[in-house]
């Protein structure tokens, strides 16, 4: 397989940073405003976008974990529907119930996985609106789901893949696209 990194660390730092202004410019502060990170990766975009707007701000944003596997619509069953389990703040008191709800996931490709964050979140109370941030847009869009703030487009090949690594869980900051040997042509 090839690969080659699209993002560094120092890269990925300056997009959260975008990332917190445009957020910031967009909604006129943060009022009203809790993030939202899809487990795994976007939970930790969302904690260190928080941070990036509380230095930003001067004031702490709320923000919480999403676990979206129970509504994924590739897994069959029984959809858990207890929102203590799916949905986890980090201030116990904040629901995103009447809220401007800022989703954060690592890569964009076909929707599903977001469509499955606003079934959950759905369950968990009734957001005043629902915003969208990755890192990563890969295209391929299977479903009708736009997001409003990009840290990197990144065109590619249903070949290709995305892969994002964070200190969190992979000890190195990076984006990289990797071209899979058995599918080149």
Known sequence: MNSNVLMDEPAIRRALTRIAHEILEKNKGIQGCVLVGIRTRGVFLAKRLA????????????WGELDVTPYRDDRSGFVETDCSKQLIMNNQGVSVHDRKVILFDDVLYTGRTIRAAMDALMDCGRPQMIQLAVLADRGHRELPIRPDY????????????????????????????????????
């Open 150 to 185: 990009i840290g990197k487009n990144i065109p590619t090949s249903k070949s290709e893949e995305i892969v994002v690594a964070l200190k969190e869980t992979d000890g190195k900051d990076e984006v990289k696209i990797i071209q899979n040997r058995g599918d080149q042509v």
């Open 51 to 62: 941070a990036k707007i509380e230095e930003i701000e001067g004031a702490p944003i709320p």
